[in-house]
Antibody, heavy 124, light 110 residues
Framework: QVTLRESGPALVKPTQTLTLTCTFS??????????VSWIRQPPGKALEWLAL???????YYSTSLKTRLTISKDTSKNQVVLTMTNMDPVDTATYYC????????????????WGQGTLVTVSS | QSVLTQPPSVSAAPGQKVTISCSGS????????VSWYQQFPGTAPKLLIY???KRPSGIPDRFSGSKSGTSATLGITGLQTGDEADYYC???????????FGGGTKLTVL
């Protein structure tokens, strides 16, 4: 059974760095084709893909947020960590991690299991 | 502004069929697989369709997906009130080397 769970602060102040952890079970991030993505959704708005890390430790980032994001994994702990620097109120959103299955090129990827999400509010 | 374009809303009566479009470009839909997600308020999205037209186990065959050129379509037949949700298309953009989503479509079953 595949499960993912996001954890991190519910409230951060503007300019601070956000660190979120995705703890998963039921699969290994060292298996070929396995990836984990971070996706966020501001209240009442659409999904926005943020970052992906694959089984080979390759990393991909949203073009618009690339300078602020860092994704990393700890395979032994079954965790993926996302950091986002210089937080702003517009970054207020529910942040999801999702298992991403890739069957070769990245263009074959899809998000088959999602965490419940964690709401992060940016406010002073 | 989302990279993929979806209609903000669609509606149809119970029992009817509805389609939701997702328009992109050659760098995303045109050369990559499309997936579709269903999201109810306050819950995480759920995978409905992957690889353009495949359904995960447990997804009824009332849900279907297709792709032609730089556009994709989600079809839902035999509409039920329980299908009222937001629907998102997603794919990979090879030029951006990034995942992309549509802006989402709110389905109302009248």
């Amino acid at each position: 059974q595949v499960t993912l769970r996001e954890s991190g602060p519910a409230l951060v102040k503007p300019t601070q760095t956000l660190t979120l952890t995705c703890t998963f079970s039921g699969f290994s991030l060292s298996t070929s084709g396995m990836c984990v993505s971070w996706i966020r959704q501001p209240p009442g708005k659409a999904l926005e893909w943020l970052a992906l890390i694959d089984w080979d430790d390759d990393k991909y980032y949203s073009t618009s947020l690339k300078t602020r994001l860092t994704i990393s994994k700890d395979t032994s702990k079954n965790q993926v960590v996302l950091t986002m620097t210089n937080m702003d109120p517009v970054d207020t959103a529910t942040y999801y991690c999702a298992r991403t299955m890739v069957q070769g090129p990245m263009g074959t990827g899809y998000f088959d299991y999602w965490g419940q999400g964690t709401l992060v509010t940016v406010s002073s | 502004q989302s990279v993929l374009t979806q209609p903000p809303s669609v509606s149809a009566a119970p029992g009817q069929k509805v389609t939701i479009s997702c328009s992109g470009s050659s760098s995303n839909i045109g050369n990559n697989y499309v997936s579709w997600y269903q999201q109810f308020p306050g819950t995480a999205p759920k995978l409905l369709i992957y690889d353009n037209n495949k359904r995960p186990s447990g997804i009824p065959d009332r849900f279907s997906g297709s792709k032609s050129g730089t556009s994709a379509t989600l079809g839902i037949t035999g509409l039920q009130t329980g299908d009222e949700a937001d629907y998102y298309c997603g794919t990979w953009d090879s030029s951006l080397s990034a995942g992309v989503f549509g802006g989402g479509t709110k389905l109302t079953v009248l």
